[in-house]
């Protein structure tokens, strides 16, 4: 939990003060280094109420898994230039110490959204609120598990026969109405082990950049199913990624590809706030 001599830094931040914090947005779509496109939540948003709902039955709220239809939809062929190996998402807190995996459980168990709704090119993620972060507010004590997080989005994919393992980090507030309810599970059953920022390397997603946001002319050689006659070369291996690898991203990211950002964490923030120049046509930077 939060030490009481903290709790003073995080109320500010609560209270919309802003970091140096930019993304790569365009038409209300977040990108990241990889396949996966965000439409919701945007960046500071305060989430509560009924289930986390990051990509919502609303078109116009989804995780894009094509990069916009410039990936196929699996099945994969196995020797592609270009697949998705998994994406998982993760909601956590170095303030409270909270990681929690967030997925559809009855879709996919083992936390992969890629098993969710086969055949589609977006996945929608309802996940229940665990029991902890039931309130109503910002964290009024040092016990409690509200307040500042972020969503982390980790991609383990092949692009052009080059294995990649990114994360990307989206920060939102727990800070509206949660309310008690009897089938919420018990955060330590959904909550997993912490690593320490200096312990997560970050090098792949620093060499990826932002992909495929207006302006990006990266070229996507991928084999298609129907395509595949068993003589079209061999992909590299997979990266070996579980829950418990790089938890969380600390300090500040250069991606090298016009997009700076500032990770948000437990530090004071100050009281001002600036936006990194992007260098892709049509993209604005959202700056919280």
């Not at 919309?16 to 209300?28: E, L, P, R, T």
């Not at 960046?43 to 509560?48: E, K, V």
């Not at 055949?119 to 029991?131: A, L």
């Not at 991609?155 to 089938?183: C, G, K, W």
Request: charged content about 15%.
């Amino acid at each position: 939990m939060l030490p009481l001599a903290k709790l003073a830094a995080v109320l500010p931040l609560l209270a919309s003060h802003c970091a140096a914090q930019s993304f790569v947005v365009s038409g209300g779509q977040i990108f990241t280094p990889g396949f996966a496109v965000v439409n919701a939540p945007q960046p500071g948003t305060p989430l509560g109420g009924g289930p986390v709902t990051f990509a919502s039955r609303n078109p116009s709220h989804l995780l894009d898994i094509t990069a916009n239809g410039k990936l196929n939809i699996p099945p994969y062929v196995d020797e592609s230039p270009s697949l998705i190996h998994n994406i998982s998402v993760f909601l956590y807190s170095y303030n409270t110490g909270r990681n929690f995996t967030v997925v559809n459980l009855d879709e996919a168990p083992d936390g992969d959204i890629m098993a969710q709704e086969p055949g589609s090119s977006v996945k929608h993620i309802n996940w229940r609120w665990p029991d902890c972060l039931v309130g109503d507010g910002q964290p009024r004590d040092a016990d409690s598990d509200r307040g500042v997080y972020n969503i982390s989005i980790r991609q383990s994919f092949r692009l052009n026969d080059a294995e990649h393992y990114t994360v990307f980090d989206l920060p939102i507030a727990v800070t509206n109405n949660i309310p008690q309810m009897n089938n919420r599970p018990a955060c330590d059953s959904v909550s997993n082990a912490m690593m320490a920022p200096e312990d997560i390397d970050m090098s792949s997603t620093q060499a990826v950049g932002v992909l495929f946001a207006p302006g990006d002319s990266t070229v996507v050689e991928a084999v298609l199913p129907e395509e595949f006659d068993g003589e079209n070369g061999l992909g590299g291996q997979k990266p070996e990624a579980t829950p418990e690898d790089g938890i969380g991203a600390a300090g500040s990211l250069d991606w090298r590809s016009g997009a700076h950002w500032l990770s948000l964490l437990s530090s004071p923030l100050p009281s001002s706030s600036r936006c990194s120049p992007i260098s892709l046509d049509a993209t604005s930077c959202f700056a919280w």
